[in-house]
């Protein structure tokens, strides 16, 4: 199974945009990039997934490195609201999903 | 009415009891999950279930028992609480598809004394 390193924690200010890396060298070629986040006392939420192009959504956008060993999770104009553990996970199916530490996001006011 | 629902949020029990953690949802989905989150931790899967007929072990079943008792319901069952098993549970629910998008519910915390 893919593993994954991302920091373990950022900080931003608010209203900036925010660059949350992750690195994924182990990916396999039918591995999707999925990003969750876990606001505080929540489960977690989906925010984003791609395959090898970049994608954007109401939340956010993912940047994905052309050789796939590395991705980056956009949040173009942070708010406090964002603040919360955000997760990549490389999957190939729901159960085979590989939950590591996540990074836990800051922001100032 | 959240989508995913839990109950109970929130359980003390002893060492020895069985517990029963529900879960009930409104999405009409076929698929379910119960994961385990421990402090500082990633989720990791206890058991799946991709329709009423259909339940898999996750990577950490050991201790732990599942039914499907209709596609909107899923419980988790440890038969006999052990201190270790203290941590918050989470259900969730997708489509089909390798892609599927999940959906939790809130979470039920879980402290075996």
């Known amino acids: 199974d893919a593993k994954t390193t991302q920091p373990n924690s950022m900080e931003s200010n608010e209203e900036e945009p925010v660059h949350l890396p992750c690195n994924h060298s182990t990916i396999s070629g039918t591995d999707y990039i999925h990003w969750y986040r876990q606001l505080p006392s929540q489960g977690p939420e989906y925010v984003i997934h791609g395959l090898t192009s970049n994608v954007n959504n109401r939340m956010a956008s993912l940047a994905i490195a052309e050789d796939r060993k590395s991705s980056t999770l956009i949040l173009h104009r942070a708010t406090l609201r964002d603040a919360a553990v955000y997760y990549c996970i490389p999957r190939r199916s729901n159960y085979q999903l590989i939950w590591g530490a996540g990074t836990k996001l800051i922001i100032k006011p | 009415d959240a989508d995913v629902t839990q109950t109970p949020r929130n359980r003390i029990t002893k060492t020895g009891k069985r517990i029963m953690l529900e879960c009930s949802q409104t999405k009409g989905h076929d698929r379910m999950y119960w994961y385990r989150q421990d402090p500082g931790l990633g989720l990791r899967l206890i058991y799946y279930?991709?329709?009423?007929?259909?339940?898999n072990k996750g990577e950490i079943s050991d201790g732990y028992s599942v039914s499907r008792q209709a596609q909107a319901k899923f419980s988790l069952s440890l038969e006999s609480a052990i201190p270790n098993q203290t941590a918050l549970y989470f259900c969730?629910?997708?489509?089909?598809?390798?892609?599927?998008?999940?959906?939790f519910g809130e979470g039920s915390r879980l402290t075996v004394l």
């Open positions: 969730a629910t997708s489509e089909p598809g390798d892609t599927g998008e999940l959906f």
């Open positions: 279930s991709f329709d009423v007929k259909d339940i």
